[in-house]
């Protein structure tokens, strides 16, 4: 009958993330998969990613990008072999991550069968083991982890960590050697695809407590095994980083708590302990994006913070009152502070204010006090059913509904914006989907309106907090809208924050091209004025030389900025053309053909400088040879066009 009852909790699983598997790539599965160097080589790449930092593959050896030193290669190796069999595929990905998560609630049901021994006379639906892992199956929390296909490393951290802790518990009661090999073997393994599996290190020896009656020291040399598994894996992660220059990356963005003050960081993270519990019991609404400034910075002033505190330390008292006694509510208490704290910011910092992926362990807890609260105090069956039932199925309706945010980019990035309004991160993201909105859009009235909107969500980015990114794209967003001289401001921003990026001046050359097309000369002059200053090239001067002669009539600052470039590159043959044109419109002949003959000279290949020698010729009167010039560059544009 259990195991008409684990297939019946598959099932259960299966079915209410099916529907991710006609969704594509949303968030950070492109960092462990499309653009993983180490992913989409296959199974030729598994080498490197159990000896590289777990962001190596994205970012190369870039010091900045994989500051925090992340060693997760399992959940790494599953995407390789994948890719390997399957190229890119969402639907495959999701598929596993469907198949793994429903093996953690099977894994999670066997467990609480050894710890919950069920009578005979008790149905199978009214048991604590049953119930329990029904609401862990359905519990909308779990979304961001089993949706996102990045979050396999939580569910294989969890999935191995349960085979230990039933393994352990086999060795516990038999002393079997292969039991414990299981089980060293498989918290590993479980460390091996996310750290976040470490709390479970102080949860084996609480299971023995708590639901053995064998005496602490016994406890305490089969928990042994055990943390020597997790010297292993300390051992090999060492191993692996040992290469890598781990750097702190000091931005609000990778660390919320950079500018708090005074208690503001104990007292924002006591806030957000009470917005943990308030999801577990009620989880509604949801998000993936927790940065700044979703939550705000607070004090010990705020009353959340004041009802935190009095809540946790409560919980607390429960905790250590109930040791003795062997309390559920103890244990209980005992699996959420040791899964969690990991992740809680006391500690340190975890890059964001909170996630919901870090309540994917801990909400063991929650669910394995809720079913056994409904056993003990619900007397009457059919109201235990009914409300068991309930809660079963809004769990399961909403986390059926919440996958469909995680459909892809866009999507995601659209739904969750209406929660996370204050979020820096959140609004960017917004504005890059309707940003891409426009691009594909043919539309001319409804790309307006997206690129509207999309400034909307950016300059709301950078309002709340001033990123590059943010920057960098409201800049692009007023260039594609010809407000250059707002998308230059932007761009000359971005340029403090990271000086010649090649990005950004891109994006300036471009600003100065179209305004200059468009007859806006100030702005044109003062994006190649901010391209030289920041890495001269001729280019930019001799487009600059253009403006002031051409466009402005101004030769004398024309005929300086072009001297200006030749004394950085006095053989660039661009910049002694386009002098020579100064100098032909300024009457001075003869050295305009001194400098068309010097270009001629150095790139005998290009006609521009042969066409505009044979105009001063013909000014002077010299036809033949002004015919024969203007016949030698009909030659060359000839053989360019044959080239083509």
Request: net charge neutral; with cysteine.
């Amino acid at each position: 009958m259990m195991r008409s009852h684990a297939v019946l909790l598959l099932a259960l699983a299966v079915v209410i993330y099916g529907n991710t598997l006609w969704f594509g790539y949303a968030l950070d599965d492109p960092v462990v998969i499309t653009d993983n160097q180490f992913t989409v080589r296959g199974l030729s790449g598994l080498k490197d990613i159990f000896t590289h930092d777990s962001m190596v593959g994205l970012f190369g050896n870039d010091e900045r990008a994989v500051a925090g030193g992340r060693y997760r290669p399992l959940a790494l190796a599953t995407h390789a072999v994948e890719y390997q069999l399957f190229g890119a595929s969402p639907a495959v990905s999701h598929l596993v991550n469907v198949l793994c998560y429903g093996a953690t609630v099977v894994a999670l049901y066997l467990l609480l069968k050894r710890l919950f021994p069920t009578a005979e006379a008790t149905a199978w639906y009214r048991s604590v083991p049953f119930l329990a892992t029904a609401f862990f199956a359905v519990h909308p929390l779990h979304t961001e982890v089993v949706a996102n296909i990045k979050g396999r490393d939580e569910i294989l951290s969890f999935l191995f960590g349960l085979g230990a802790l039933l393994s352990w518990l086999n060795y516990l009661d038999s002393q079997s050697r292969s039991a414990i090999i299981g089980a060293s073997a498989c918290f590993i393994l479980a460390l091996l695809s996310k750290e976040s599996a470490i709390g479970l290190l102080a949860v084996a020896p609480a299971i023995g407590w708590y639901f053995t009656r064998k005496r602490p020291p016994t406890i305490l040399r089969a928990w042994l095994p055990l943390f020597t598994a997790a010297g292993v894996y300390v051992v090999l992660r060492s191993i692996a980083l040992s290469s890598a220059r781990i750097v702190a990356v000091q931005t609000v963005m990778n660390d919320p708590f950079l500018h708090a003050g005074g208690g503001q960081r104990l007292a924002t993270v006591l806030l957000t302990w009470l917005l943990y519990l308030k999801l577990l019991i009620f989880p509604h609404p949801l998000t993936h994006d927790y940065y700044p400034y979703h939550i705000q910075l607070v004090d010990f002033s705020n009353p959340a913070v004041i009802l935190s505190l009095a809540v946790h330390a409560a919980l607390v008292v429960l905790l250590i009152m109930g040791i003795r006694s062997r309390t559920i509510l103890s244990f209980c208490l005992v699996w959420y502070v040791a899964t969690f704290v990991i992740s809680s910011n006391l500690f340190f910092s975890i890059g964001a204010f909170m996630g919901e992926r870090f309540m994917y362990i801990p909400s063991v807890a929650f669910c394995l006090l809720l079913a056994w609260a409904l056993v003990r105090r619900v007397s009457h069956r059919t109201a235990l059913v009914a409300v068991s039932a309930l809660v079963i199925l809004a769990g399961s309706a909403q986390t059926f509904a919440r996958n469909f945010a995680w459909k892809d980019d866009s999507t995601l990035a659209l739904t969750d914006v209406q929660t996370s309004r204050g979020s820096a991160r959140a609004q960017l993201k917004a504005g890059l989907a309707y940003l891409d909105m426009a691009e594909k859009d043919a539309d001319t009235r409804r790309r307006k309106e997206h690129l509207a909107t999309a400034i909307d969500h950016l300059r709301e980015s950078v309002r709340i907090v001033a990123t590059f990114a943010g920057i960098t794209w409201l800049g692009f967003a007023y260039a594609q809208i010809g407000r250059y001289a707002d998308a230059l401001e932007l761009y000359e921003a971005a340029l403090r924050l990271k000086p010649a990026e090649s990005d950004i001046m891109n994006n300036v050359e471009f600003v100065a091209q179209h305004a200059t097309e468009t007859g806006n000369s100030d702005v044109a002059i003062k994006a190649y004025g901010t391209l030289i200053a920041q890495k001269p090239r001729a280019a930019w001067y001799a487009a600059l030389g253009m403006i002031y002669g051409r466009d402005l009539g101004d030769l004398a600052k024309a005929e300086e900025t072009l001297v200006q470039g030749l004394s950085n590159e006095p053989d660039d043959a661009s910049l002694i053309n386009r002098l020579g044109i100064i100098y032909a419109m300024s009457g001075r002949t003869t050295d305009a053909l001194e400098r068309f003959e010097r270009a001629i000279a150095l790139d005998p290949t290009n006609s521009e400088p042969y066409r505009n020698e044979a105009m001063a010729l013909h000014q002077l009167g010299r036809v033949a040879e002004a015919e024969s010039l203007e016949r030698k560059a009909a030659q060359l544009d000839e053989a360019v066009d044959r080239s083509r």
